[in-house]
T-cell receptor, first 115, second 111 residues
Framework: NAGVMQNPRHLVRRRGQEARLRCSPM?????VYWYRQLPEEGLKFMVY????????ESGMPKERFSAEFPKEGPSILRIQQVVRGDSAAYFC?????????????FGPGTRLTVT | QKEVEQNSGPLSVPEGAIASLNCTYS??????FFWYRQYSGKSPELIMF????GDKEDGRFTAQLNKASQYVSLLIRDSQPSDSATYLC???????????FGTGTSLTVIP
């Protein structure tokens, strides 16, 4: 399967716990985007990363949220001290190169539920 | 003003008809335009992308771009019930990092 992979597909956390979402880009892709989608709302950009480098994190909340894309391994979106408002679908997308001329392909998403 | 605007619908068309989905964008510097299909509970799936003014056809799908009017559309010919989904429009400036998505148009194809 050469597609974008995300895990876990479903994640339940209690308020105050940490959530870690993982994304492995499509083979040959080195650029990763994270989005959040709330019910009945559109996709909201959070962060754009290349290997070992955060390119644009302007869409990510300043507190509790962080992202990384290490040299080896998947990209990780980390949410500390989760609150109910963090419940959403989180999608990762990858593209082969930088810039909007290249289309993005989405992973299956992680559905986060905060109880 | 939102970066990308779409009519949320729902849009209903009979099977076999042409479905027309529309999208407007605010940034005249936008250069790349994408249409995604999203089934309920699933992830967005890329249908088409278009960079130049005019029409681009791929099977039953035609994307149309008019940069002067800041307008992009998607036509689905011979609509099938399996086309029932939410269609997302996305735009990007080639030099930019962000893809801006509309909130989507819900399409229902009635058998």
């Amino acid at each position: 399967n050469a597609g974008v992979m995300q895990n876990p597909r479903h994640l339940v956390r209690r308020r105050g716990q940490e959530a870690r979402l993982r994304c492995s880009p499509m083979k040959g892709h080195s650029h990763v985007y994270w989005y959040r989608q709330l019910p009945e709302e559109g996709l909201k950009f959070m962060v754009y990363l290349q290997k070992e480098n955060i390119i644009d994190e302007s869409g990510m909340p300043k507190e509790r949220f962080s992202a990384e894309f290490p040299k080896e391994g998947p990209s990780i979106l980390r949410i500390q001290q989760v609150v109910r408002g963090d419940s959403a679908a989180y999608f990762c997308a990858s593209s082969p190169a930088r810039g909007g001329a290249y289309e993005q392909y989405f992973g299956p998403g992680t559905r986060l539920t905060v109880t | 003003q939102k970066e990308v605007e779409q009519n949320s619908g729902p849009l209903s068309v009979p099977e076999g008809a042409i479905a027309s989905l529309n999208c407007t964008y605010s940034d005249r510097g936008s250069q790349s335009f994408f249409w995604y299909r999203q089934y309920s509970g699933k992830s967005p799936e890329l249908i088409m992308f278009i960079y130049s003014n005019g029409d681009k056809e791929d099977g039953r799908f035609t994307a149309q771009l008019n940069k002067a009017s800041q307008y992009v559309s998607l036509l689905i010919r011979d609509s099938q019930p399996s086309d029932s989904a939410t269609y997302l429009c996305a735009v990007n400036r080639n030099t930019g990092n962000q893809f801006y998505f509309g909130t989507g148009t819900s399409l229902t194809v009635i058998p």
